[in-house]
T-cell receptor, first 116, second 115 residues
Framework: DAKTTQPTSMDCAEGRAANLPCNHS???????VYWYRQIHSQGPQYIIH???NNETNEMASLIITEDRKSSTLILPHATLRDTAVYYC?????????????????FGKGTKLSVKP | EAGVVQSPRYKIIEKKQPVAFWCNPI?????LYWYRQNLGQGPELLIR????????DSQLPKDRFSAERLKGVDSTLKIQPAELGDSAVYLC?????????????FGPGTRLTVL
């Protein structure tokens, strides 16, 4: 089962910041927070990941609370092309060789609709 | 750089028929994944390969599903015989290696409809 809880859906106005929350209250010390998104009829796409510090890249920013029990993905200026399902995933790194360690376990994600 | 290639994109078959999906990962990626995604759900891992070795097939229904990755490059996922409940999108992904942070790159998927 997914270890995260996300709202089922959210709306955002085009050009405004989209803030997508994620709860991961049972996260372990060696687990990272990952975000992927899936645009309709496409495969999931990696966005960003982090451990405990805030992270930023060309796509988004990731804010992780100090206790690491929740995080927020921020799309600073949402466009219509950002309409997608956004998945928050916690995973350990490593996992070389056999076993399921390090596998991505997707929940249902948040359906973000960016509106004109 | 070419992404993960999957074929066919769509497949419609009758139940009890066999079906096969093909995936060509990004060049140089030694880890390959097959996922199944049911409508309204997130993808679920079926099998993970490190080179030609299946290192995690714990979620693969082995009575009817099989997979191979000969020579550690492209891969085929087969269902025989297909059942109505197998209707889903089958996604292939690849990464440099499962370890470290390496992101997974997904193909567009094959949408299977079993009638």
């Amino acid at each position: 089962d997914a270890k995260t809880t996300q709202p089922t859906s959210m709306d955002c106005a085009e050009g405004r910041a989209a803030n997508l929350p994620c709860n991961h209250s049972t996260i372990s010390g060696n687990e990272y927070v990952y975000w992927y998104r899936q645009i309709h009829s496409q495969g999931p796409q990696y966005i960003i990941h982090g451990l405990k510090n805030n992270e930023t890249n060309e796509m988004a920013s990731l804010i992780i609370t100090e206790d690491r029990k929740s995080s927020t993905l921020i799309l600073p200026h949402a466009t219509l092309r950002d309409t997608a399902v956004y998945y928050c995933i916690v995973r350990v790194l490593g996992g070389r060789g056999g076993g399921s360690q390090g596998n991505l376990i997707f929940g249902k994600g948040t359906k973000l609709s960016v509106k004109p | 750089e070419a992404g993960v290639v999957q074929s066919p994109r769509y497949k419609i078959i009758e139940k009890k028929q066999p079906v096969a999906f093909w995936c060509n990962p990004i060049s140089g990626h030694n880890t390959l994944y097959w996922y199944r995604q049911n409508l309204g759900q997130g993808p679920e891992l079926l099998i993970r390969y490190e080179n030609e070795e299946a290192v995690d097939d714990s979620q693969l229904p082995k009575d009817r599903f099989s997979a191979e990755r000969l020579k550690g490059v492209d891969s085929t996922l087969k269902i025989q015989p297909a059942e109505l409940g197998d209707s889903a999108v089958y996604l292939c992904a690849s990464s440099l290696r499962q370890g470290n942070y390496n992101e997974q790159f997904f193909g567009p998927g094959t949408r299977l409809t079993v009638l």
